[in-house]
C-alpha cells in the first residue's frame, strides 16, 4: 500500500503561482509513475500532470501545459506540480495519485493509490 500526503493549496490571486507537494510513503518502491488530477464542484474529475519515477518523462494536459510544471525528488519520494499563471479556471481539489505500472494512459482508472486533496482557489 502506498500512501499518499498532499500540501501547498491555497488562495491565489489569477496571475499567481502555487507549488503543490505529494509526499509518499509505504511500498514507494512499487510506484512507477505518479500523476496530479483535480475535480472542479460539479465537474468530472481530470488529469492534469504526470512523470514517470524512473526516466522521468512528464504528460500534460493541453489545458496546462506551459504554465504547470511536475518534477520529483526521488530520493525523498515527493512529487511536486509548479503552477505559474493561475487562472479561476484552475480553482479545483487537486489530488496526488500513484500507479504501480509504466504509464499508459492518463486515466485516473490507472492510478491505484490516491490522497486526501488539496484545494486550490484562484480568485479573479
Known amino acids: 500500500q502506498v500512501q499518499l500526503v498532499e500540501s501547498g493549496g491555497g488562495l491565489v490571486q489569477a496571475g499567481g503561482s502555487l507549488r503543490l507537494s505529494c509526499a509518499a510513503s509505504?511500498?514507494?518502491?512499487?510506484?512507477?509513475?505518479m500523476g496530479w488530477f483535480r475535480q472542479a464542484p460539479g465537474k468530472e474529475r481530470e488529469f492534469v500532470a504526470g512523470i514517470n519515477w524512473a526516466g522521468g518523462s512528464t504528460y500534460y494536459a493541453d489545458s496546462v501545459k506551459g504554465r504547470f510544471t511536475i518534477s520529483r525528488d526521488n530520493a525523498k519520494n515527493t512529487v511536486y506540480l509548479q503552477m505559474n499563471s493561475l487562472k479561476p479556471e484552475d480553482a479545483a481539489l487537486y489530488y496526488c495519485?500513484?500507479?504501480?505500472?509504466?504509464?499508459?494512459?492518463?486515466?485516473?482508472?490507472?492510478?491505484?493509490?490516491w490522497g486526501q486533496g488539496t484545494q486550490v482557489t484562484v480568485s479573479s
Open positions: 495519485a500513484a500507479r504501480d505500472r509504466p504509464w499508459g494512459s492518463k486515466s485516473a482508472a490507472d492510478f491505484g493509490s
Open positions: 509505504g511500498r514507494t518502491f512499487s510506484i512507477y509513475a
